[in-house]
């Protein structure tokens, strides 16, 4: 492997002619943060660490200039990974994460999903199908509210069912209690119907919290997990996902404002990390993403890259379900449709409208 | 303590008139992320989850809103508290979180800094003078190299050394074997002087990693740590800072600017999170922050604000020595100086370089 074998493109906001004196002191920063006649002192340093411009491109509203980086300083964490690819310069004015590439088979962490798409369709019991989910909410039910809306969201044939991302360790909605009742409730209506839902309870605290309650979830047999990498951390997030063999689902809660393209933190590194599923805010719903947005998004999130597994892409965020077939034309059958509050909506006859939900993807 | 006693301020860049439906959806997102008329049909969401618009102001380039949202959710877990004060909101467009205050005496967790600025002060020996650091970098020198960087340093009398945040456990400059090479070479340069530097190694990597690093850190004497908390991630940050006993300081890299204002970010989230000492990046140095944006930043961490300590505000960044009695009349006297290229640009007069600019603090 070349020593800066890592890319990464920025887009640069700017209205200047020139993006050259720019662009040399991003690739110092991103990889020896140190006056360039200092670090060239060292030869080891000179010859191996100090990033490098790989080429600019004009744009409409600026530049896109990619780097160069040492493969060296970047692969050794999870952490470390996003201090070269990202770190000081996110606090450099107009400038946004747009692309990286990492020679995959050097970064010895970097091994993406345990599941992957494939293996959560397994997991749901759907090979080669559209999955369906939905998420139990509002914050603020009790115990036994959260786990009747998964007893008959489970009814209605739905192939996850997860944690709203409010759900944490709540006095009035223990997690323990919430997971064990919870499972109690879908495996009833498993045995009447004879198919099973996972569940994917809501991990969140400290790495101490996730990890002690990962390791109840599994033993109640929870069939998936659900955490938001950007409130976690990412590497607290990936130390979690690659020590659990159930599916992952990420959410992008309090992602948004990192100053990373949409696609690359979500479709890139949150599959990087190690999310099965990717949750992102669908177009047309109460966020404004558009289409093309949340195209790159699923592409992100699923082409093939290295040797690293696709990841669910799951479009969210108040998407109704008389959309069904117009997403899936729009993203495809390599998708996982999450769709929460227009089932709610249906209060007592929820069953009845989830049960028009899953059809609906099954006939689709 | 009321229901939603915390409050949030987002600046919403935008050209509208008005601002009422978006604070309504901004209010609908952050606590309850259900369709209202859902969530109006359980009487203890609607009584104690809904969050509320507290308050709109028109400003230049738009707006501010104010939410009062419900304590009970975000107080529970320190990742949770992020999801409530900016989660989803994050990925609407144009919206900066530029202010929140909380009861503090609701949020058992959020208790600041353990040494913060006075403590950090006892911790160097230093009580009620401006302090001085630096950093020993680039990375790719060796464990020698490093660890004759802290003996030159020490021996010019600055308070804290600390790693460069490219360094982390390399096998170039492993960190156990660097952070026991360096206390030995700062504790020759304490033989010698008579006063001791503390030495502040970079903690990286999986929260696991982190807590592995901490603790041979402690043991081999380490006077302080640094972390960057939004690669490792805020919790992880905060479990570790709340775990051990020497002074935290917090980088800013990979903490962007776009989603969350620094002066929020820096002086804020990374006090209420645990950091004793605040990097940022001074004006007039490398990066493009404002002398008004830095005074924020500084002001935000070391303000007084309910029982939590305050931090240091650490200008950073390119800062040359010949700004000392500048940067001191702009910061104040209750500011940690943190001085790199500068000094390391002195090359083989290292030792007299750091100890111009000491004597310069010192004298200031």
Redesign the interface.
């Known amino acids: 492997v070349p020593a800066r074998a890592l890319t990464v493109t920025y887009h640069i906001r700017t209205t200047s002619e020139s993006v050259t004196e720019l662009a040399e002191?991003l690739a110092l920063?991103q990889?020896?943060?140190?006056?360039l006649?200092?670090?060239r002192?060292?030869p080891?340093?000179e010859r191996?660490?100090l990033g490098e411009v790989a080429g600019t491109e004009k744009v409409q509203d600026g530049w896109l200039v990619t780097l160069a980086l040492p493969v060296?300083?970047a692969s050794?964490?999870?952490?470390?990974f996003?201090?070269?690819i990202?770190?000081?310069a996110?606090?450099?004015?107009g400038v946004?994460l747009v692309g990286f590439d990492l020679p995959a088979e050097a970064i010895g962490w970097a091994t993406g999903p345990t599941s992957g798409l494939e293996g959560l369709r397994e997991a749901a019991g759907a090979p080669g199908q559209v999955l369906t989910c939905t998420a139990i909410?509002?914050?603020?039910?009790d115990v036994a509210?959260l786990s009747d809306l998964c007893y008959r969201f489970a009814l209605g044939g739905i192939h996850i069912i997860k944690d709203?991302?409010?759900l944490?360790?709540?006095?009035?909605a223990p997690f323990r209690e919430r997971v064990s009742r919870c499972m109690e409730m879908i495996n009833r209506a498993a045995d009447e119907t004879g198919r099973r839902t996972l569940y994917a309870p809501n991990l969140?605290?400290?790495?101490?919290?996730l990890r002690r309650q990962a390791e109840y979830a599994l033993t109640a047999g929870a069939g998936a997990v659900m955490m938001?990498p950007m409130?976690?951390?990412?590497?607290?997030?990936?130390?979690i996902a690659r020590s659990i063999d159930v599916p992952v689902l990420a959410h992008?809660?309090?992602?948004?404002?990192?100053?990373v393209a949409?696609d690359i933190m979500m479709g890139r590194l949150f599959r990087l990390y190690g999310a099965d599923a990717v949750i992102f805010?669908g177009y047309g719903g109460?966020?404004?993403?558009t289409k093309e947005e949340c195209l790159a998004i699923a592409d992100a999130a699923r082409s093939p890259w290295h040797q690293i597994r696709a990841a669910a892409p799951t479009p969210a965020?108040g998407i109704r379900i008389e959309r069904v077939s117009e997403l899936i034309e729009t993203f495809g059958r390599d998708t996982m449709l999450l769709v929460?509050?227009s089932l709610?909506?249906a209060?007592e006859e929820l069953t009845a409208r989830t049960r028009a939900f899953t059809e609906a993807v099954a006939q689709a």
């Open positions: 002191a920063e990889s020896v943060e140190t006056p006649h200092v670090a002192r060292y080891v340093v191996e660490m060296a300083t050794v964490d999870p952490a470390q996003l201090n070269v990202f770190g000081n996110s606090m450099f004015p946004t909410k509002p914050v603020g039910l509210q709203d991302h409010y944490a360790d709540h006095p009035f969140s605290g400290t790495p101490g919290d938001a409130q976690v951390g990412l590497p607290a997030f990936h130390e992008p809660s309090f992602s948004g404002g990192a100053g949409p805010p109460r966020f404004s993403y965020g929460g509050g709610l909506e209060a």
